[in-house]
DNA sequence: GCCCAACAACTGCCTGAGCAACTATAACCG
DNA sequence: CGGTTATAGTTGCTCAGGCAGTTGTTGGGC
């Protein structure tokens, strides 16, 4: 055929958005099995990982693919769930904070084990240590390049603006 | 911290989502200058590297993230925009072909050349030869360990089986 | 202190996509 | 041939999520 759509352009960016949609499918799977959906693990994780369990709304919402409208309506589903809850904001009555509730911790605790299983069995497992460093170096660096602001951070108290490669 | 998070495992995933959420953010950007989305832009490339430029609705749908449903109602908006047309397929008439239109096929020809350089800019250029090659292989491997059973072919007439790493 | 701009969260409205039900056709089998 | 089963495509219903507009709160300028 010798088209254009054979340029290796094509074709690397077919291999990332493929390796990407599969990865996502297997994922989904086996959240689904915890009942969660993928946007629910990763706001449950971007929680869990910060300090006191809670973020504001709007920061979570910076670090996850949500609008802040998006985010208003996981945190009411999840927090029907019981999986969440809001919290008000000290010193500023405008915001508030999404926590996890115990609850929501035990649900992530019976979820992650099967969660690394799979990265482990799809993903880095596939690889010898050297490849997927390469394979994460580059990945690294294409993420630096186009990295759409990720990592808006817990603005409150002491906190560290350490790189962040956040989960699912 | 030294808590769960920090496992290289979600940071490897967490690179690959970043990426991935990355790059499509800049092709969204550069497609909707030119009036596509993202599923827009891979139905018309599919389409366009197809013999005859054209496929059935399922096998498009294969070929796509998109269910049956899902491919008949973008097929549905696509021909109110005069990008494609259908077309009865003559020897099965349950089914049809979507075809792209001689306004669809000049769309993609504007488009692309903005998407490569994207791609060029933000992905394949950033990284020297042999670090790509090694990226791709990594991708490569995750990708058919994983593989959600892409390349539904075009199974009218002859065709060629051949490895598919199709467009964004 | 008062006013106005900036901001946090929420809500109404709309679009896109999946599932399941339905229709029409095809294929298979007696 | 007639009937049963599978397949292609479409449509009704539902839900998730974005945008834009609203409300309540904060802070800055005077």
């Given at each position: 055929m010798t088209n254009v759509f054979d340029d290796p352009r094509i074709t690397a960016v077919g291999l990332l958005y493929e390796a990407h949609a599969g990865l996502s499918a297997r994922f989904s799977a086996q959240l689904e099995e915890h009942g969660l959906s993928s946007v629910e693990f990763e706001v449950i994780t971007r929680l869990a990982r910060s300090p006191g369990n809670q973020l504001r709304m709007t920061d979570l919402a910076a670090q996850t693919s949500l609008s802040t409208s998006g985010v208003t309506r996981v945190v009411d589903r999840m927090e029907r769930d019981g999986l969440l809850t809001r919290r008000a904001c000290p010193n500023d009555r405008r915001s508030s904070y999404a926590v996890v509730t115990a609850a929501g911790l035990q649900r992530l605790d019976e979820t992650l084990p099967g969660h690394l299983r799979i990265i482990e069995q799809w993903?880095?497992?596939?690889?010898?240590p050297e490849a997927l460093a390469a394979l994460l170096d580059g990945l690294r660096r294409v993420r630096d390049a186009v990295h759409p602001g990720a990592t808006a951070g817990s603005t409150d108290q002491g906190h560290e603006l350490v790189e962040d490669t956040g989960a699912a």
């Open positions: 993903f880095t497992g596939q690889l010898d």
